[in-house]
């Protein structure tokens, strides 16, 4: 029993080592850099070629490292980088030849907190009366009595016994009287500080867990006079069985702070928040995310990306740290929690609320990607739970930020039973044992798996004791595996009304087989749309079982011009489906007005349980040109328009098989490009070569030879403009072909599915499908060719620029990501609600 704290000491030092770099770092003179090395790349090396100070690793991001320098206006590295890559072909060697890719860090607005909105006027008029029934009043002084509990607001704490709407709380109390209380539990409140001096706290407070990555210091205590919402989430979770305020759900757990929203932060920082002592800090709660205003679409930056996934593969020696997120408060405005790249992750568990009549707050975001609700404020009442100060309480915590920590906190009961539980273990608990609640109204429908699932309320209500019966006995699932469909491009103008543009894909058994997929849990879907008006639009995925996702929805807010950008929008509802047969997408634009748009492309994947573990493998760490690597390896049945090189004679046609969807488990690691990063790309001329060849060695498509151009060697006699001419045919008749086909297969659907496969003509031809990244790609075939150009710095320039007005501080990330909105560069400190 004694032994754990000394673990704790001996890990508090052990962590305390690799945080070095963070304290003492100076944001007015130096900058920082996070370099992506080369597993034998010598960090010190590097630094001194290139006269920074290797400062340590990121965190345990494995590769990653941290480097300072004075300030500077330019990117340094980037540009010796790019210096260097230039020579490479003069074959010697050099140790910048180990930088896979680098980003420079910049300051940037913190999250917001999920603070709770007002509600709307008229909402909760007057105070109901709320009589206590007398028989849950003597359930309570029995509980109370036979636990020791006299926390003195304990009977306010209505979310843990609710003795007036009698079942309208977490259902615990059995659980607690079990002699569940979070024992060996840890859970990381990922906010604005924690304040481990309150006496309520104090005694399960967690150092060793905890940071202050605002203030860069160990302990992470509140000062901000509104840094109070980490304490009062902290209190739902771990407030100890004592004689000051209530008590956490979890009341004998340890709670950590981390504390990231105070102050201007990197992506850095943010990424090594959420893996801070991820072998002990078990729960991540993060009680926020980019703002709830109903006109952002947002995701994490890549080295946020990859800590998270980090953590899921390496958090809790290997089991996966488990990351609860609000699913937050813009209901209102019409924000759903797809548009938040953290809610939408399929890492994190999405928690929003219901209030204490059961009901649905009128603040609680809906979406596809949001898997429970809990607890919170609404219908005239709050949490009550501990507040910054020594023996201070709070009576009105609130909105979905106070559902996360909840529901973190019966997590945390959980793991005391089945501390082996993986990360997706832990998901299906919590959608195995949700209650549906209020079925009358949220738009329940039946899943697959005979499951209830809502938009609103997700798979229900978090009940604490089904939660932990249904862990108790819980047969860990198989590794994860997953499917990826090639790009599927259609380019159509979206219709304006209710019918909506549709496309499907076909997934087949042999597929699913092949990709060692054995059954849904989360599937998400990358699209490309254009539009005048971004909040027009709406999205519904169909699942071959006829389950509908509704993984876009309109927003009155949102007028941005932007579209989607390479979005990814996630939904849980098809957990437990086989996956096999026509997965259908509707894009619609149902708001008449003279705002319109195109639908460009998407992309499926189906992420689940593998048939055999054995063949699992880890998912390598994603890259922001991810999306724009797949349209080169899952094909080129078209010619890369920038290339004006003849074709390869010797090149074959590999668009039939190609087109075959990349699948696992081989997809995810890149062609010989590549297993590396993005940033290779943004720094690397050997990459944008690389594509040039695959482009031009299976240009010629497939179908040309039905037009009398099979041989390559005659194309090279058309010449480019013959082949321009061919082209033009080749795309025409391949349209007209593939509407043919499509008409023959559905004659009653007027859509069309078109699996180009290859647009890296697409936007050379016009509007299609232009990507950032793959503009920038070439701009860097120019580079590569003629060395340093104008193009570049001006691109370079806009970056700089762009950076400043959106959370981007690397350069691989603005690739890709929706442009955000000016709302956000004004996202300031003190902003918050
Ligand atoms: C709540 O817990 C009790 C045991 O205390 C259990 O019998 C009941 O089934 C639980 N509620 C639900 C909805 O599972
Ligand atoms: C607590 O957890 C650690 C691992 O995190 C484990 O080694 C230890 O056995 C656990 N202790 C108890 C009492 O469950
Ligand atoms: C799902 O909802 C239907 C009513 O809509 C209900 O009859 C059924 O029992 C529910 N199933 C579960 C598992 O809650």
Redesign the pocket.
């Known amino acids: 029993m004694k032994l754990a704290p000394l673990v704790s000491l001996v890990v508090g030092g052990l962590t305390g080592l690799g945080t070095a770099a963070l304290q003492g770092r100076d944001f007015n003179s130096n900058d920082y850099y996070v370099l992506h090395l080369e597993r034998d790349a010598q960090p010190d090396l590097i630094a001194s070629r290139l006269g920074l100070k290797h400062e340590g690793p990121l965190g345990r991001l494995p590769g990653h490292h941290i480097f300072s320098t004075s300030k500077a206006s330019d990117d340094i590295v980037r540009r010796a980088v790019q210096e260097r890559r230039r020579k490479r072909s003069l074959g010697n060697t050099d140790v910048l030849d180990g930088v896979k890719s680098s980003h420079k860090q910049k300051l940037r607005a913190p999250m917001q907190k999920r603070v709770i909105p007002p509600p709307p006027a008229g909402l909760y008029p007057g105070k109901r009366e709320d009589k206590p029934d007398a028989k849950a009043v003597e359930r309570q002084k029995f509980v109370m009595g036979k636990l020791g509990i006299s926390d003195p607001i304990f009977h306010e704490q209505w979310h843990l016994f609710n003795p007036v709407q009698v079942g309208h709380d977490v ?1 615990v ?2 659980v607690w009287l079990s002699g569940v209380t979070g024992k060996n539990a840890t859970v990381a409140i990922v906010d604005d500080g924690l304040d481990m001096y309150s006496n309520d706290l104090k005694p399960n407070y967690y150092a060793a867990g905890s940071y202050d990555f605002n203030d860069q210091r160990p302990e992470p205590r509140p000062t901000l006079s509104d840094d109070r919402h980490g304490t009062r989430c902290a209190g739902e979770v771990g407030a100890a069985k004592n004689d000051v305020c209530g008590i956490g759900v979890a009341y004998d757990s340890k709670i950590a702070g981390i504390r990231i929203l105070s102050k201007l932060i990197t992506d850095a920082d943010e990424a090594e928040a959420m893996n801070y002592d991820f072998d002990h800090n078990d729960i991540y709660s993060c009680s926020w995310g980019p703002p709830d205003d109903g006109q952002s679409m947002d995701a994490p930056g890549i080295l946020i990306k990859r800590a998270m996934l980090n953590g899921v593969q390496k958090g809790r020696a290997n089991k996966g740290s488990i990351y609860v997120f609000a699913s937050g408060n813009g209901a209102q405005s019409e924000d759903n929690c797809n548009f938040d790249g953290y809610t939408n992750s399929i890492y994190s568990i999405t928690v929003g609320a219901i209030d204490r009549q059961g009901l649905h707050p009128y603040y609680s975001e809906k979406c596809s990607a949001q898997l429970v609700v809990t607890y919170s404020s609404g219908s005239g009442d709050a949490i009550h739970t501990t507040d910054v100060g020594e023996n201070q309480c709070y009576n009105g915590h609130g909105g979905t930020s106070a559902a996360a920590p909840l529901a973190a906190g019966i997590f945390a009961l959980a793991l005391e039973v089945r501390p082996d539980l993986s990360w997706r273990d832990m998901q299906y608990i919590a959608m195995q044992s949700a ?1 549906p609640v209020d079925l009358d109204t949220g738009d329940w429908q039946q899943t697959t798996i005979g499951k209830n699932f809502s938009h609103t309320f997700g798979y229900g209500k978090v ?1 604490s ?2 939660l932990v019966e249904t862990a108790k006995t819980w047969k860990n699932v198989k590794p994860q595996a997953w499917f990826y469909s090639p790009w599927l491009h259609v380019n159509k103008d979206i219709p304006q009304g209710d019918k909506g543009l549709s496309v499907t894909f076909e997934v087949t058994k042999e597929m699913l087989k092949e990709a060692n997929l054995e059954r849904l849990e989360h599937v998400t879907v990358t699209m490309n749309v254009e539009h005048t008006r971004r909040g027009d639009l709406s999205v519904d995925l169909i699942s071959p079982d006829n389950i509908v996702s509704h993984i876009s929805a309109t927003r009155k807010h949102d007028v941005s011009k932007e579209g989607y950008k390479d979005w990814t929008f996630m939904s849980v509802v098809h957990w437990g489906e086989s996956g096999v047969g026509k997965w259908t997408l509707i894009v619609r634009d149902s708001i008449v007005n003279d705002d319109s748009g195109k639908f460009i492309d998407w992309h499926l994947k189906l992420w689940g349980e593998s048939i055999d573990a054995s063949k699992a493998t880890l998912l390598p760490m994603p890259n922001e040109d991810d999306d724009a690597d797949h349209d080169v390896t899952s094909t080129a049945t078209l010619p890369a328009a920038t290339t004006s090189l003849p074709p390869n004679p010797d090149a074959t046609n590999t668009a039939a098989t190609t087109a075959v969807p990349s699948d696992h488990p081989e997809r995810p690691i890149k062609p010989s490009k590549t297993a590396s990063d993005s940033v290779a790309a943004e720094t690397g001329t050997e990459a944008a070569a690389a594509e040039t060849t695959t482009a031009e060695s299976s240009w010629l498509p497939s179908f040309l030879p039905t037009f009398g151009v099979s041989s390559s060697t005659q194309a090279w006699i058309y010449g480019s403009l013959g082949l321009i001419v061919a082209f033009c045919c080749g795309l025409g008749a391949w349209f007209w072909f593939m509407r043919r086909k499509q008409r023959l297969n559905n004659p009653r659907d007027d859509y069309e599915f078109e699996p180009l496969n290859a647009d890296d003509g697409g936007d050379g031809l016009g509007a299609a499908g232009e990507k950032g990244n793959q503009r920038r790609r070439a701009g860097e075939l120019y580079d590569a060719f003629a060395g340093g150009s104008e193009d570049e710095d001006e691109n370079e320039m806009e970056r700089d620029h762009f950076d400043i007005a959106s959370r981007d501080d690397s350069d691989d990330e603005d690739e890709g990501r929706a442009v955000k909105n000016e709302k956000q560069s004004s996202r300031l400190l003190g902003e918050e609600r």
């Open positions: 259902n109390t059995d209650v009940d004791y089904a």
